[in-house]
């Protein structure tokens, strides 16, 4: 089994880009599509990016993932940020033995 | 569209038992891959189960030979059977559809409560 580890918080103005971390701690984060959930407060989660870097239909194009093969790490940006951005953000993965991972969670916040 | 509706949360004694429910409507539960994935209160999210369409199971360490996952398909319902629970797996409750062989959650529930306490 692999960690996936993210920041605990990170915090940006509006209309500036913020980027959130997901490191891998072991086997390659390549190995593995990486997926990113937006949670808001007393919501279920939504997905924002499948597979590395599809953005599901409805999802605007301000989200992005991508995937670092050097730093073992996937990232989601999101840019132009609004206020409605505000909320807590998952990585999720799989591994070999059928069980999904989960990063521990970054809280975002728009000020 | 898809819903999933859990129920069967609530308050129970350290070493119970419960058991909670996913009705599903908009998909069929027997052909899909479908989840568990809690959250304790404050806490991020920790995947518990899957249960395949083919009928394969498995588990987080955390909850493997007390948890179980299954379904019955004339109710379109999944289940998790929780037994000798402990007051860390207090958390909300999701049940998640998961895009077929893609290993991610595609639709979620709204979660049930449970507490795990004397």
């Known amino acids: 089994n692999f960690m996936l580890t993210q920041p605990h918080s990170v915090s940006e103005s509006p209309g500036k880009t913020v980027t959130i971390s997901c490191t891998r701690n072991s086997g390659s984060i390549a190995s593995n599509y990486v997926q990113w959930y937006q949670q808001r407060p007393g919501s279920a989660p939504t997905t924002v990016i499948q597979?590395?870097?599809?953005?599901p239909s409805g999802v605007p194009d301000r989200f992005s993932g991508s995937i670092d093969s050097s730093s073992n790490s996937a990232s989601l940006s999101i840019s132009g940020l609004k206020t409605e951005d505000e909320a807590d953000y998952y990585c999720q993965s799989y591994d070999s033995s059928n069980h999904r991972v989960f990063g521990g969670g970054t809280k975002l916040t728009v000020l | 569209d898809v819903q999933l509706v859990e129920s069967g949360g609530g308050l129970i004694q350290p070493g119970g038992s419960l058991r909670l429910s996913c009705a599903a409507s908009?998909?069929?539960?027997?052909?899909?891959?479908m989840s568990w994935v809690r959250q304790a209160p404050g806490k991020g999210l920790e995947w518990v189960s899957v249960l395949y369409s083919g009928g394969s199971t498995y588990y987080a360490d955390a909850v493997k030979g007390r948890f179980t996952i299954s379904r019955d398909n004339s109710k379109n319902t999944l289940y998790l059977q929780m037994n000798s629970l402990r007051a860390e797996d207090s958390a909300v409750y999701y049940c998640?559809?998961?895009?077929?062989?893609?290993?991610?959650?595609?639709?979620w529930g709204q979660g049930t409560l449970v507490t795990v306490s004397s």
């Open positions: 998640a559809r998961e895009r077929r062989l893609k290993y991610f959650f595609e639709n």
């Open positions: 908009g998909l069929t539960v027997s052909t899909n891959y």
């Open positions: 597979e590395d870097n599809q953005r």
